[in-house]
């Protein structure tokens, strides 16, 4: 519920879904090249048991996803025409 909430007030008219995590399981998401760790600048310095949340919010005609947590709305530069899934898209 805290993840639709937040996600849903920071995109009141596009919000779709938002599902809860935590700031250290973002920042362990591994992909892309050599396996790097693509988003552990999203908010650094945060503790790794802060409250975060994926979320999805439609974007013309497809879905952007964006990140809520212990700071402002961070809205990412992923993008998909299928309907979005719980969390973050595979980091190819």
Same mark, same amino acid.
Request: overall charge positive; some cysteine; hydrophobic content about 35%.
């Given at each position: 519920?805290?993840?639709?909430?937040?996600?849903?007030?920071?995109?009141?008219? $596009?919000?779709?879904?938002?599902?809860?995590? $935590?700031?250290?399981?973002?920042?362990?998401?591994?992909?892309?090249?050599?396996?790097?760790?693509?988003? $552990?600048?999203?908010?650094?310095?945060?503790?790794?048991?802060?409250?975060?949340?994926?979320?999805?919010?439609?974007?013309?005609?497809?879905?952007?996803?964006?990140?809520?947590?212990?700071?402002?709305?961070?809205?990412?530069?992923?993008?998909?025409?299928?309907?979005?899934?719980?969390?973050?898209?595979?980091?190819?």
């Amino acid at each position: 519920m805290r993840a639709e909430t937040q996600c849903r007030a920071a995109s009141p008219h $596009t919000f779709v879904k938002g599902t809860p995590t $935590t700031v250290g399981a973002i920042h362990a998401i591994t992909g892309g090249r050599r396996t790097a760790h693509p988003w $552990t600048n999203l908010y650094a310095g945060a503790r790794p048991d802060s409250f975060a949340a994926w979320c999805w919010r439609h974007d013309g005609g497809g879905y952007q996803s964006y990140v809520v947590g212990p700071a402002h709305p961070i809205f990412l530069n992923v993008r998909t025409d299928t309907a979005p899934p719980d969390g973050p898209l595979a980091v190819a």
